[in-house]
């Protein structure tokens, strides 16, 4: 268990709908990172979170954007949701000056 | 564009025998180049990690060879047992005074170990 928390574990939906993603992570960690796992692109960072500041942004859709709350617990929000949405949705987070990132258990998104 | 290419996708290894995987990289400012395991339904975790001034790092039955000239790196899993059989992915990562932490991560390798 690498104390990192991620809720839901799936969750499925429609086309066009709009989900929220939640991660809580490790006691003391002030990063958060977002990252999509599908089978033909591998895992692919989208964000990342420092103390509730953006700290850097890879490969995100337009549709989707997260923020990190005061408690540093992070949400990622996808919407207008497209079949090819459907992946694993994976949070990690570090102690800041730190490269270790610890991995959530990840939310599986289904897109009907 | 893959910044870290990562061979092979999958890999059967009879047991007790040595799994070897491997990754390249191109870019000059990563310094941070750590190996993650993933089982089914799992996130993945950290197995072992090297930074490029050292040549090998070595935990249990698992070693990192580096090899900073030829930007490449590699895990070897001695010994292997049925147990290892995950998917494991190898990442790295810009030195700190790039921008942010992002990890850049391999497409990864699909073990089984065949008892």
């Known amino acids: 268990d690498s104390g990192v928390t991620q809720t839901p574990k799936h969750l499925i939906t429609a086309t066009g709908q709009r989900v929220t993603l939640r991660c809580s992570p490790r006691s003391g960690d002030l990063s958060v990172y977002w990252y999509q796992q599908s089978l033909d692109q591998g895992l692919q960072f989208l964000i990342q979170y420092y103390n509730g500041e953006e700290r850097a942004k890879g490969n995100i859709l337009e549709r989707f954007s997260a923020q990190q709350f005061p408690d540093l617990h992070s949400e990622l929000n996808l919407s207008s949701l497209e079949l090819g949405d459907s992946a694993l949705y994976f949070c990690?987070?570090?102690?800041?000056?730190?490269?270790?990132?610890?991995f959530g258990p990840g939310t599986r998104l289904t897109v009907t | 564009q893959q910044q870290v290419k990562q061979s092979p996708q999958s890999l059967i290894v009879q047991k007790g025998g040595i799994s070897i995987i491997n990754c390249a990289y191109e870019n000059t400012a990563f310094d941070y180049f750590p190996w993650y395991q993933q089982f089914p339904g799992k996130g993945p975790a950290l197995l072992i990690a090297?930074?490029?001034?050292?040549s090998e790092k070595k935990e249990g039955r698992f070693t990192i060879s580096f090899n900073k000239s030829a930007k490449q790196f590699s895990l070897h899993i001695m010994d292997s047992q049925p147990g290892d059989s995950a998917t494991y992915f190898c990442a790295a990562r810009p030195s700190l005074g790039y921008t942010g932490n992002q990890f850049y991560f391999g497409t990864g390798t699909s073990l089984t170990v065949i008892p």
């Open positions: 090297i930074r490029p001034d050292v």
């Open positions: 990690a987070s570090s102690v800041a000056g730190t490269h270790e990132q610890y």
